[in-house]
């Protein structure tokens, strides 16, 4: 170590009480303006643990990472201690079914993700001219806190491709999973973007506009002020529904909701149905510097192609309207295809304590890993483009 080698320390916090919001967005958010993506923000997680959606019963406890370098923040991690692997979308459940018939615990292990969010952002956060260092910390204080207290694992998922080659650079073992996002092509507007697409796929999706604009009622996009109180009373409704039915207990608290409008609304875009002033379906998205990342939708009653117009074509309206280059629309569905969004890679890292267990996943994910690009590869094959658009675009 040189004399110009900086002295980093790495600590562990339970909550964001003990971590300045300045400190934490120069590492997360840096520079003036939109973040790429709002879940690691400070406003976002803290919305999170202020409205006890983590920490207390949920299976989320915080354990944010922190690393300084001369008693200055240089890199931080949104770190939990997991009791079970729900709210992730990359799944675990097979490997802790394993480990757990082999005798051992499982859980509790170490996730460093944003909660219930499938979505692709950094999750090694450094201050610019830190980045190496920085993640390096991050890694290294994780590991170490793992497999000091005898945790079974340490995961990082929905993590960017640098950092996923970075982290195998460091040891971790990288996983590679399938989303669907829509890609703009500098679309001047949503007719350009059908023009091209195959002519069955073309009328589709015009179909499908139609039968959900004609539902009888109107669609409105809402976005910072325009987003009232009163909104989120609607859909709470629907987020408890689709909660209720896809995991059996909704993860997001009602109090979210309300800190949301507080903290976040300038980070949101809320699409609503509305029958005369009644909601009656809605979808929320964040917005990011160049991405539109679509989080939830609800309703309380059932329209032809409704949940079509409201969680993709309206995304795809208003990313060509403000020149966003891309909709992430969430974890799986391959009914999107249909609609323009084509398989992308996501990644994820990986560490286990165990050395026989770590050598059979090791294993796994190279069997994995190709299965997941040949999937990708058909999929792709089979999408609603004009052969002459896909030839353009590889």
């Given at each position: 170590?040189?004399?110009?080698?900086?002295?980093v320390?790495v600590?562990?916090h339970?909550?964001?009480?003990?971590?300045a919001?300045a400190?934490?967005?120069?590492?997360?958010?840096?520079?003036?303006g939109?973040?790429?993506?709002p879940f690691?923000?400070?406003r976002f997680?803290?919305?999170?643990?202020?409205?006890?959606s983590?920490?207390?019963?949920?299976?989320?406890?915080?354990?944010?990472?922190v690393a300084?370098?001369d008693?200055?923040?240089?890199?931080?991690?949104?770190?939990?201690?997991k009791?079970h692997?729900?709210g992730?979308?990359?799944f675990d459940?097979?490997w802790a079914q394993?480990?757990?018939n082999?005798?051992?615990?499982?859980?509790?292990?170490?996730?460093?993700?944003?909660?219930?969010?499938p979505?692709?952002?950094?999750?090694?956060?450094t201050?610019?001219?830190?980045?190496?260092?920085?993640m390096?910390?991050?890694?290294?204080?994780?590991?170490?806190?793992?497999s000091?207290?005898g945790l079974?694992?340490?995961?990082a998922?929905f993590?960017?491709a640098?950092?996923?080659?970075k982290?195998?650079?460091?040891?971790l073992?990288?996983r590679?999973?399938?989303q669907?996002?829509?890609?703009?092509?500098?679309?001047a507007?949503f007719?350009g973007?059908l023009?091209?697409?195959s002519s069955?796929?073309?009328?589709n999706i015009?179909?499908?506009?139609?039968e959900?604009q004609?539902?009888?009622?109107r669609?409105?996009a809402l976005?910072?002020d325009?987003i009232?109180?009163?909104?989120?009373?609607?859909?709470?409704?629907?987020y408890?529904?689709t909660g209720?039915?896809k995991w059996?207990?909704p993860?997001?608290?009602?109090?979210?909701?309300?800190?949301?409008?507080d903290t976040?609304?300038?980070d949101?875009?809320l699409?609503l149905?509305?029958?005369?002033?009644r909601?009656?379906?809605g979808?929320?998205?964040?917005?990011g510097?160049?991405?539109l990342?679509g989080?939830?939708w609800?309703?309380t009653?059932?329209?032809?192609s409704l949940?079509?117009e409201?969680c993709?074509?309206?995304?795809?309206?208003f990313a060509i309207?403000?020149?966003l280059?891309r909709?992430?629309?969430?974890?799986?569905?391959e009914?999107?295809?249909?609609?323009?969004y084509?398989?992308v890679?996501?990644?994820?890292?990986?560490?286990?304590?165990?050395?026989g267990?770590?050598?059979?996943i090791?294993?796994?994910?190279?069997a994995e890993?190709?299965a997941?690009d040949e999937?990708?590869?058909?999929?792709?094959?089979y999408?609603?483009?004009?052969?002459?658009?896909?030839?353009?675009?590889?």
């Amino acid at each position: 170590m040189t004399s110009d080698t900086p002295t980093v320390t790495v600590t562990t916090h339970g909550s964001l009480d003990q971590i300045a919001a300045a400190d934490w967005d120069a590492c997360a958010a840096p520079g003036d303006g939109r973040p790429n993506d709002p879940f690691t923000t400070y406003r976002f997680l803290r919305a999170l643990e202020d409205s006890r959606s983590v920490g207390g019963r949920s299976g989320w406890q915080p354990q944010y990472l922190v690393a300084r370098a001369d008693d200055r923040v240089i890199a931080v991690a949104p770190m939990y201690a997991k009791g079970h692997s729900q709210g992730e979308y990359i799944f675990d459940f097979n490997w802790a079914q394993a480990y757990e018939n082999a005798g051992g615990d499982y859980y509790p292990k170490l996730q460093i993700a944003v909660p219930f969010t499938p979505a692709t952002g950094r999750r090694f956060l450094t201050r610019p001219g830190f980045d190496d260092i920085g993640m390096a910390a991050l890694v290294q204080g994780a590991v170490q806190i793992a497999s000091d207290n005898g945790l079974s694992s340490l995961h990082a998922t929905f993590c960017t491709a640098e950092e996923a080659e970075k982290g195998r650079e460091m040891g971790l073992m990288a996983r590679v999973g399938q989303q669907f996002h829509w890609e703009n092509r500098g679309y001047a507007d949503f007719d350009g973007f059908l023009g091209h697409l195959s002519s069955r796929k073309r009328k589709n999706i015009r179909r499908e506009r139609a039968e959900a604009q004609g539902f009888g009622g109107r669609i409105v996009a809402l976005t910072g002020d325009q987003i009232q109180p009163a909104h989120w009373d609607a859909f709470w409704r629907f987020y408890q529904d689709t909660g209720n039915r896809k995991w059996g207990t909704p993860y997001l608290t009602r109090a979210f909701f309300d800190r949301a409008q507080d903290t976040l609304r300038n980070d949101m875009l809320l699409v609503l149905a509305l029958d005369g002033d009644r909601p009656v379906a809605g979808a929320l998205n964040f917005i990011g510097r160049d991405t539109l990342f679509g989080r939830y939708w609800g309703s309380t009653e059932y329209h032809p192609s409704l949940h079509f117009e409201l969680c993709y074509y309206q995304a795809i309206d208003f990313a060509i309207a403000q020149g966003l280059s891309r909709v992430e629309a969430g974890a799986q569905g391959e009914h999107k295809l249909a609609r323009g969004y084509l398989p992308v890679a996501t990644h994820s890292l990986h560490w286990i304590g165990d050395a026989g267990f770590r050598d059979a996943i090791a294993r796994y994910l190279v069997a994995e890993t190709r299965a997941v690009d040949e999937e990708i590869e058909v999929l792709t094959a089979y999408g609603p483009f004009r052969r002459d658009t896909r030839e353009e675009q590889q």
